[in-house]
Structure formats: C-alpha cells, structure tokens
C-alpha cells in the first residue's frame, strides 16, 4: 500500500495507476528585498486566511495555543480579523514553559483558554485503554505513525463540555517558514558535494536515525533515498535545498504532520491548516536559504507585523544549537572513531537518566517500550538511537506495526 504524496494526483485508466505533480513546493527564483518580503508576505498570508475564514461561515474555533511561534501567529490573525467564538487550549505538564507563555497569549489577546495537564497517569489510562488501538487503526492507515500528541487534551475538554457543534480546529502545523532546522555546514564546507546523494543523506539524517538500522539495511535506505533524487547534480546549496523541501514537504509534511489533524476527525471536528497557504510558503521559500539560517528573518517578520502589534512579543527559549562552533572544531580535530565512541557514551547516559519531557513524552516511551517487542524482533533494525521524550516516534513506530502484525494474524487465523 503507497500514499499520495501531496501536490501529486492519480490517474487511473485502462487498469493503470500513473502519478501527476500538480504543484511544486520551491522556488528557483531568489528574493533579495527583505524588506518587501515581509511587507509581501503579510499580504499573503492574510489574502489566505480571509479565504479560509470564507469557508467557516462564522463557525467557533478551536485553537491549540502552544508557546511556539506558528500556532501565535494564527491567534493573532483571529484577533486582527475580528474573530470572537475562538477558545484556546495547551497540555502538557503543570510546570512546562508552554503552559505560562500560552496563557499569557491568550489573555492578552482576549480569547477563552483552557489547559490540560499531562501527567504519567494521563498517558498510562489513553495508551492502557482500548480508545489507543482503536485510534492507532483509525490514523495509521497502514501509511503513516499515528500521531496522538493532541488526543488526551481533546478529550478532556471534550468531558469538561468546551467542544462545541460545528467547531473548527485551527492548528499551526507545517507552518515552518524560517529555516531554522538548516545545517549550517552545507554552506561552510567549501569541499561539499551537491548532489542527489547529499540530498538524501540530508534526509536520512534528519528523519531515520531514531530506530537504527543494520549496515545493509542503512545502505538501501539510502539508496532508496537516492533514486527519489533521480541523481541529480546540483548547481549551488540553494538548489540541493529546494529539492530537499520539496521532500520534506510531500513526504514528512502530508505523512506525518498533516496526520496529526486525525485526532480531531477522531472526536468529530472540523480543521483548516491556515500556514499551509502556497503562496505564502513559496514566497518563503523564494528567500535564499542561507539567509534564512536560525529563522532570524522569519522571526522578525512575525514580531514586526504580529508578536509586537498585538502586544505578544514572547520570544521562545533558545536551545544550545547543535552544530555550534564548538562542535564544528571538536569534529575537525577528533577522528571520526573517537566522535562514534562519544556519542555512543552520551546515548548509554541518557539512556539510564531520560530527561522530563515537557508534554511528558518520557512516560509515554516507557509505557510503550513494555508493550512491543524488542528492536531485534525487527529485521534491520539495531536498537533505538534517542532518549526520553525524544524516542517517542520510534517506539510509536514499532507499536504500530506490531499492531498492524497482530491484525494480520487475526484475519490469517
């Protein structure tokens, strides 16, 4: 079984299936008028977001506020186009930096809030119960991880009786604009290839390194990888980018972030995704990426046409970069066996003393891990490369398909 990948249709005729692209998620022309980008892009979005509110007809909305910039950012368009009917909802746990600066946000702004605090005993009463596998089932669709961040809120407020006929849901997903995600290291090695091998290794890091694979099976993903880039050589870092996004976009975007929106089908809601405007991303993905490093750009444009106007100029707490100066000099004078063996020390640490995660994804990884099998019962697979919190789309991986296995043996029998 294969997905749509987005932009893309089939055809089916004469008993064949062919693939069209419809629409494509990068830009080979280069904007370099900051300035006017930003001026544009407000006119963009907004353009956007009057269209969408066409289609709710007035309906309340309901609005996972987060301490991030992508879900403020839709808070703030309610406001400035006069929406009333908006209530605002976060979860995680009572002492979770997302829970003060969403509630901060939402009175500021005049809107309903609610939180929902997650705690071990939230996660172990959803993962124990049968509502789990039913909703696995539901939002796997044997294509994609089930995504059920959201589901122990929606339900809770679902009890307490804030859900409402006709609401429509309006998260912040694939609303990342500013690059800060960019390695900084394909724009500083003045050695880098760019070309479709790059390409997928820049995939494969970024996405399949929680459940680690064999050698062999590492090869052929990669290889796979690099079919998908057609081997192409690429002019400039800019260019190998653009293909890079348009990837992320089609695959990880539509698979995984875009799937999110399952939870509130599950409960019976509406949803529009406002930052999924394509004019708006491509006008983005029209600025040079290496401009964009560290989201300075699309960060001043959010506090200078919205955070700052409407009096929510909350900045984010900045992590330690991981590609710092520090590291780059420690990589240039360590060889490459005593790198390996650091890391591999830091996973055994982190191992035994996971960190708290802020929406207590910790627990859930732990109540996971002692319903699925181990990474051997998977051919290829080695062990888990994360901690924590951090690990929870890997063990969410293989619960699934061990869901999946469970069911096939069900029907077999």
């Not at 987005?6 to 692209?21: D, K, R």
């Not at 008028?33 to 001026?39: E, H, L, M, T």
């Not at 186009?81 to 901060?104: A, I, K, W």
């Not at 339900?155 to 500013?178: A, F, I, N, Q």
């Amino acid at each position: 079984m294969k997905s749509v990948a987005a932009g893309t249709c089939v055809v089916l005729e004469h008993g064949e299936a062919a693939a069209f692209t419809y629409a494509e998620y990068a830009s080979a022309c280069k904007l370099t008028d900051f300035d006017a980008v930003k001026r544009r892009a407000a006119e963009v979005l907004e353009e956007g977001f009057g269209r969408m509110l066409g289609t709710i007809a007035g309906r309340p909305v309901l609005l996972p506020l987060s301490s991030g910039y992508d879900s403020r950012l839709i808070a703030c368009l309610c406001r400035k186009f006069g929406l009333r009917d908006v209530v605002c909802f976060t979860y995680g746990r009572r002492d979770s930096f997302e829970v003060e600066v969403s509630r901060q946000v939402a009175e500021r702004l005049g809107y309903e809030w609610h939180y929902v605090e997650y705690t071990s005993e939230t996660w172990r009463r959803f993962l124990e119960s049968p509502a789990f596998d039913d909703y696995c089932a539901f939002s796997g669709n044997l294509t994609a991880n089930p995504h059920f961040q959201d589901f122990p809120a929606v339900m809770e407020l679902r009890r307490r009786g804030v859900l409402r006929e006709g609401m429509v849901v309006l998260p912040g997903h694939v609303g990342d604009m500013g690059g800060g995600w960019l390695p900084r290291t394909l724009f500083d090695d003045p050695a880098a290839r760019w070309d479709g091998a790059a390409a997928s290794r820049l995939v494969y890091d970024a996405f399949y390194d929680q459940n680690v694979p064999t050698a062999s099976r590492r090869a052929r993903l990669l290889e796979r990888l690099e079919r998908s880039f057609r081997g192409r050589e690429y002019p400039s870092a800019d260019a190998l980018l653009d293909d890079y996004i348009t990837w992320v976009f089609r695959v990880r975007g539509a698979n995984f972030l875009v799937n999110a929106v399952r939870v509130y089908e599950y409960w019976g809601l509406d949803w529009r995704l406002p930052l999924c405007e394509m004019h708006y991303k491509l006008l983005w993905y029209s600025v040079p990426w290496k401009t964009k490093i560290g989201s300075k750009l699309y960060d001043e444009f959010l506090f200078q046409y919205y955070f700052e106007p409407f009096d929510v100029p909350f900045r984010k707490p900045v992590p330690v970069p991981p590609g710092g100066a520090l590291r780059r000099a420690v990589k240039s004078l360590c060889p490459s066996f005593a790198l390996r063996c650091v890391r591999r020390v830091r996973g055994f640490v982190r191992r035994l003393r996971p960190a708290a995660h802020f929406n207590a994804f910790d627990d859930v990884v732990r109540i996971l891990k002692r319903k699925v099998p181990p990474p051997s019962r998977f051919p290829g697979i080695r062990r888990m490369n994360a901690s924590g919190g951090h690990m929870i789309n890997a063990v969410v991986a293989r619960y699934y398909l061990e869901l999946v296995r469970r069911s096939i043996d069900g029907e077999r029998g």
